[in-house]
Nanobody, 124 residues
Framework: QVQLVESGGGLVQAGDSLRLSCTAS????????MGWFRRTPGKEHEFVAM????????LYADSVQGRFTISRDNAKNTLYLQMNDLKPEDTADYFC?????????????????WGQGTQVIVSS
């Protein structure tokens, strides 16, 4: 059974950077799209970014465009999210997810494998 494990979260100040990682314990099919979502208490998963299997396409939420960069290393079964110029409104639990949907989806329901999340807190 494939499991996704996120790491790299923490407490930082506004303007700082963090890099999140997501490693698959089993082998996630290299053709799966991968995404990052975030969630704050009482809210649904919010799309952050996704990358297709070959890294030829990526999508970002408007709120993180230009500040966050998603990447993947299929040989290492690892997904990354480089977050620069962090803002207090980026505070959330961040989740990685895998999708076989194939349609560059921003919808959480199209992702079938999820990690347990890593917390990011950005102080002002």
């Amino acid at each position: 059974q494939v499991q996704l494990v996120e790491s790299g979260g923490g407490l930082v100040q506004a303007g700082d950077s963090l890099r999140l990682s997501c490693t698959a314990s089993g082998r996630v099919a290299s053709w799966y799209d991968m995404g990052w979502f975030r969630r704050t208490p009482g809210k649904e998963h919010e799309f952050v970014a996704m990358i297709n299997w070959s890294s030829s396409r990526s999508l970002y939420a408007d709120s993180v465009q230009g500040r966050f960069t998603i990447s993947r290393d299929n040989a290492k079964n690892t997904l990354y999210l480089q977050m620069n110029d962090l803002k207090p409104e980026d505070t959330a639990d961040y989740f990685c997810a895998a999708s076989s949907y194939g349609g560059d989806s921003r919808r959480s329901q199209d992702y079938s494998i999820w990690g347990q999340g890593t917390q990011v807190i950005v102080s002002s």
